[in-house]
């Protein structure tokens, strides 16, 4: 009997539910329309309208301010109709204060881990030349003999005082300096910007290396992080910035076409020191401990970071090739960047707290506004103390390039970063910061890949952030018993073939063409072949002489020749010197008149001893060719022919590599 009630129920709905609805709409529709009739209809016509509208216009055009109300206007103040000076501030107070902005909404969202961008471009190029290091034991030695020297020119003066009979001015033969009687000739002397200076105490060493360079992307990584973090809780311009803290190198050797195994490259400074497993701002004071002063930077400071660029080492008789500045920085000469170092506060001398085992660590995390990560950091002036505070008997450390050979600190070096700086929360001005890196380690006649992987400091520190801000995965990550106050990002994409030279290079100084009526002439080009070797003590020494091949002869050679002594003093003569440089001639071109006058400038197509297909333009060398003949072909007073810098272009911006 329920059964039949229910089923009445539901018939009876499905018979009348749509009648119910359609009277519904019928009574909104009438109410809309009896609603209607209510609203006032407007009467006015429009010529009515225009009336109005040229009346309003005539107004306004002969408004006066005499004619306004009153209290609806504010009168400026005329002080030279009162007598008193004061101005009466309320009336310059708005009626009704505006509110310029909305009102601020707290932030809600938690914080999360943002990612964390590789290192771009990896690059580089690779160099053989001698460097020049402090040795205190030269140095001890060296002012032995200049006692020695005083010594003996102490008693010359008190017996040409005792034997009255000798000519005024004349030179006994037992007093000739100890470089003539030795036949030894002085060496000339560059005076450009990229030579260091020495006083012939230092030690001068055959270094091998590989210039690595790559961009950190600041830019998009400051993007990442206000996106990330701009609307999450505990959000601070002054911390949440982009701070790079350091970074590791792999490198993996080809051979035969083949790319082996990585494995982690140290820092080391050119001796055979190890200074860690990566390169940071705690490592850099040892890193340049023993550096000569001098090596002149070559790119805009805009885009240095002393955590991220290692500084020029000390290059000797040649300036660095310009592979050394990433080919997408802009040189120092190329910038209106300003160049002046600015001056900062000293630095404490003790190691930063809390360094781990990688070398990083310490207080510098924790206060971006008294460290690195709050601002720009630059180096001492001239004669000032070095970036740690400290100073020593040679003259202390410095960025620049280590410490000078006569007591002084280095010149300055901006380490400035781009205005948009940690602290300001501003945007960054500069699209990356260049990552330089020296691999001492590397083998002459060897072929590398390097890849970088970039360590940046933890946005989420839990000193620096409550963990209550954290997301559940960040929060785990800080709470971990092993977290680290750093995050490293993926290792970068490897970079092109790098290869390591021989002892050795060559510049061209000239070409002869082949005979156009000799079916056999062949062609030669005359190369300045330098090389460096080393002495009996084991201490660097260079030479070069010109030497002319034909096509496929390989410039590898040992005789006669002159060298500079090993503390670039003297010109010396030296048997069987070993001129190895695995250089071939594959090709060239230029050499044929222009004019009676002109040649065309000589190109060269050479193979290294690894393979590598490189070019050599004859204007490059001009530079060292002159250097060359400063050095070797002074006068009697030890002054430079040329006088200028070398400037080796080989490997360069992309100008001569294959």
């Known amino acids: 009997m329920n059964n039949n009630r229910t089923g009445g129920l539901k018939h009876l709905l499905l018979a009348h539910c749509e009648k119910v609805i359609v009277l519904g709409v019928l009574g909104v529709a009438g109410y809309l329309l009896y609603a209607s009739t209510g609203i006032e209809r407007y009467s006015k016509k429009t010529a009515d309208l225009s009336t109005e509208a040229t009346q309003t216009s005539s107004r306004w055009d002969q408004f006066s301010w005499s004619e306004a109300p009153e209290e609806n206007v504010k009168k400026s103040f005329d002080p030279s109709n009162s007598s008193s000076s004061e101005v009466d501030r309320t009336a310059y107070v708005p009626a009704k204060p505006r509110d310029w902005s909305r009102p601020v909404v707290p932030p809600t969202i938690d914080r999360v881990d943002p990612p964390l961008l590789a290192a771009q471009d990896v690059e580089g190029v690779g160099v053989t030349g001698l460097m020049a290091f402090i040795n205190e034991d030269i140095i001890r ?81 400051y993007k990442i992080y206000n996106e990330q973090l701009e609307n999450a809780r505990g959000y601070n311009p002054a911390n949440d910035y982009p701070m790079y803290r350091g970074y590791f190198v792999e490198r993996a050797e080809v051979r035969e076409g083949k790319t082996g195994q990585w494995s982690r490259v140290p820092v080391t400074d050119g001796q055979g020191r190890t200074i860690g497993p990566a390169f940071n701002e705690n490592s850099l004071e040892r890193l340049t401990q023993e550096w000569v002063a001098g090596a002149e930077e070559q790119m805009d400071p805009a885009y240095e970071d002393p955590a991220l660029t290692m500084p020029l080492p000390p290059l000797v008789g040649e300036s660095w090739p310009s592979g050394v500045v990433h080919r997408d920085v802009p040189l120092a000469i190329e910038t209106e960047a300003a160049l002046e170092a600015l001056e900062g506060e000293p630095l404490e001398e003790e190691q930063p707290d809390g360094v781990d085992e990688l070398g990083f660590g310490g207080n510098t995390s924790l206060n971006p506004r008294t460290s690195r990560l709050g601002g720009s950091r630059s180096m001492p002036r001239e004669g000032g103390r070095s970036m740690r505070g400290g100073s020593s008997m040679r003259g202390g450390s410095s960025m620049r390039g280590g410490r000078s050979m006569r007591g002084e600190e280095m010149g300055p070096r901006s380490m400035s970063r781009s205005p948009g700086q940690p602290g300001t929360g501003d945007e960054p001005t500069t699209p990356s910061l260049m990552v330089r890196f020296f691999d001492f380690t590397a083998q002459p006649g060897r072929q590398y890949r390097y890849r970088v992987r970039l360590v940046l400091a933890d946005v989420n520190n839990p000193q620096l952030v409550s963990r209550s801000y954290l997301d559940a995965e960040a929060a785990a990550r800080v709470s971990d018993k092993k977290y680290r106050s750093y995050r490293f990002t993926e290792w970068s994409e490897p970079s092109r073939l790098i290869s390591i030279p021989m002892a050795g290079d060559v510049h061209i100084t000239e070409a002869k063409l082949p005979a156009k009526n000799q079916a056999n002439s062949e062609g030669r080009v005359t190369f300045l072949v330098q090389a460096y070797d080393v002495d009996e003590d084991g201490r660097a020494t260079r030479s070069g002489i010109e030497q002319s091949v034909p096509i496929g002869n390989v410039m590898n050679s040992t005789q006669d020749a002159e060298v500079v002594s090993p503390d670039q003093r003297f010109i010396i003569k030296a048997d069987d010197f070993v001129f190895h440089t695995g250089i071939t001639l594959c090709d060239f071109t230029g050499g044929d008149d222009i004019t009676r006058d002109y040649k065309k400038p000589i190109r060269t197509l050479l193979m290294d001893a690894s393979g590598r297909l490189f070019v050599r333009h004859q204007l490059d060398d001009a530079e060292a060719i002159n250097n060359h003949k400063a050095v070797f072909e002074a006068d009697e007073q030890g002054a430079g022919a040329g006088g200028r810098a070398i400037y080796n272009e080989g490997g360069g911006r992309g100008r001569g590599d294959f």
Do not use: W, Y
């Open 141 to 221: 030695q060296r002012q032995l003999e200049e006692q020695r020297r005083e010594a003996e020119e102490a008693r010359r003066r008190r017996e040409e005082q005792e034997n009255a009979t000798d000519e005024p001015g004349s030179r006994r033969p037992g007093n000739q300096p100890e470089e003539e009687s030795q036949g030894l000739r002085p060496a000339g002397s560059l005076r450009g910007d990229s030579s260091i200076s020495m006083d012939g105490d230092e030690l001068i060493r055959t270094v091998s290396c590989a210039v690595v360079v790559a961009k950190a992307p600041l830019l998009d990584q």
